[in-house]
C-alpha cells in the first residue's frame, strides 16, 4: 500500500535523491540541479509538497502543488507544479492508496 502524507523537512534528502534520478532533458529545459543541491527553498517549501511512501516508510515518489493564479479569489485552486516516482519503483503498477 502506497501512503500519501504532507512533506517535512525530514524528507529532504530522499526527495532531492528522487529529483536528481528522475531529471532529463526530456522532461526539463533546465540544467540537471547539481548532486548536493537543496530539494526545499524559497519556492518549494514543505507544505506545497505531498509525499507518497511505501508500506515499509520508504520515499516512493512526491507531487508539489502550488498557486495557479496569485489572485486572492484563486487562493482555493492548486496546479501540479512537478512529479516523481523512483525509478525504481517505476513500472512496479499502483497499489491501493492510502491518504
Given at each position: 500500500?502506497i501512503?500519501?502524507?504532507?512533506?517535512?523537512?525530514?524528507?529532504?534528502?530522499?526527495?532531492?535523491r528522487?529529483?536528481?534520478?528522475?531529471?532529463?532533458?526530456?522532461?526539463?529545459?533546465?540544467?540537471?540541479?547539481?548532486?548536493?543541491?537543496?530539494?526545499?527553498?524559497?519556492?518549494?517549501?514543505p507544505?506545497?509538497?505531498?509525499?507518497?511512501?511505501?508500506a515499509?516508510?520508504?520515499?516512493?515518489?512526491?507531487?508539489?502543488?502550488?498557486?495557479?493564479?496569485?489572485?486572492?479569489?484563486?487562493?482555493?485552486?492548486?496546479?501540479?507544479?512537478g512529479?516523481?516516482?523512483?525509478?525504481?519503483?517505476?513500472?512496479?503498477?499502483?497499489?491501493?492508496?492510502?491518504?
Amino acid at each position: 500500500m502506497i501512503k500519501v502524507r504532507p512533506a517535512s523537512i525530514a524528507d529532504e534528502t530522499e526527495l532531492a535523491r528522487i529529483d536528481l534520478a528522475t531529471w532529463t532533458p526530456a522532461v526539463s529545459p533546465a540544467p540537471a540541479p547539481p548532486a548536493g543541491t537543496p530539494f526545499f527553498d524559497e519556492q518549494t517549501r514543505p507544505e506545497n509538497v505531498l509525499v507518497a511512501e511505501t508500506a515499509t516508510a520508504a520515499v516512493a515518489g512526491y507531487a508539489k502543488l502550488g498557486q495557479s493564479i496569485p489572485l486572492p479569489s484563486h487562493q482555493h485552486v492548486l496546479e501540479l507544479t512537478g512529479i516523481a516516482v523512483d525509478p525504481t519503483l517505476q513500472r512496479a503498477g499502483a497499489p491501493a492508496v492510502r491518504w
